[in-house]
């Protein structure tokens, strides 16, 4: 199911732009040569991720599952030379382009990447430390993630996740594992004492947290 109309899927889309042409081109060069590109955030999301953390002003922005980079790209142009976005992902196999696209738009100060295991890394945060995460790696993990996360967010911060309404299959009568997870991580945040969530269907749904202060 695709979660907006899709004529009002392209009414969007024609009205918005990359934020460089270089995220243009690494879109493209996506498409072109790595497995499953439509895991990659684009414009419409990247700008919303761009505004947001421009909006927000943050020191430490966390991400997890980096894929290509689009997305990291779009919330490092917003932060200031001060802040740190810290991304990962375990899929050496792509992480040329990342690391090329980082190096071009010379984001390489501001973005800290890692191929590594996201829980772990989680695990190692200081309470308190993360102004800004946005959870994008497995599905199967995302109540882990959350879990984990919480504590590490400091009070007024953010938690985003994406791929919320999964497609639409977050209906299902007979969801899938993945599914459940997804479904999981919802219930927890919606429920979380100290949290207010919004989902926004924006592309594939993005589910909105501020931890309060
Ligand atoms: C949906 S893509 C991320 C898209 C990217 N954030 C964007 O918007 O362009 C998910 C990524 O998570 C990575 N991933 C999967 N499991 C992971 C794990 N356990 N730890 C870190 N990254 C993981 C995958 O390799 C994949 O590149």
């Not at 024609?14 to 414009?43: D, F, V, W």
């Amino acid at each position: 199911m695709q979660i907006t109309q899709p004529e009002i899927q392209s009414y969007i889309s024609n009205l918005t732009a990359h934020l460089c042409p270089e995220l243009e081109e690494l879109e493209r060069q996506t498409y072109a040569s790595i497995p499953m590109p439509n895991m990659l955030s684009g414009k419409e999301q990247g700008m919303f991720l761009h505004q947001f953390v421009s909006a927000l002003n943050p020191k430490l922005v966390v991400e997890l599952g980096t894929y290509t980079g689009y997305s990291a790209i779009c919330m490092a142009l917003a932060m200031s030379e001060d802040s740190k976005l810290i991304t990962l992902d375990v899929n050496e196999e792509i992480s040329h382009l990342p690391k090329k696209y980082f190096q071009k738009l010379n984001l390489e100060n501001r973005i800290e990447y890692r191929l590594e295991e996201a829980l772990p890394f989680c695990e190692s945060l200081a309470d308190n430390s993360v102004d800004l995460a946005f959870i994008d790696a497995d599905k199967a993990n995302y109540p882990n993630y959350f879990h984990c996360l919480k504590n590490k967010i400091r009070p007024g911060g953010f938690i985003l996740v994406d791929n919320i309404l999964w497609s639409g299959q977050v209906l299902d009568e007979k969801p899938d594992n993945r599914t459940k997870a997804i479904l999981k991580t919802t219930e927890a945040m919606f429920t979380e004492f100290g949290w207010k969530c919004s989902i926004l269907p924006l592309r594939d749904g993005v589910l909105v947290g501020v931890k309060s202060s």
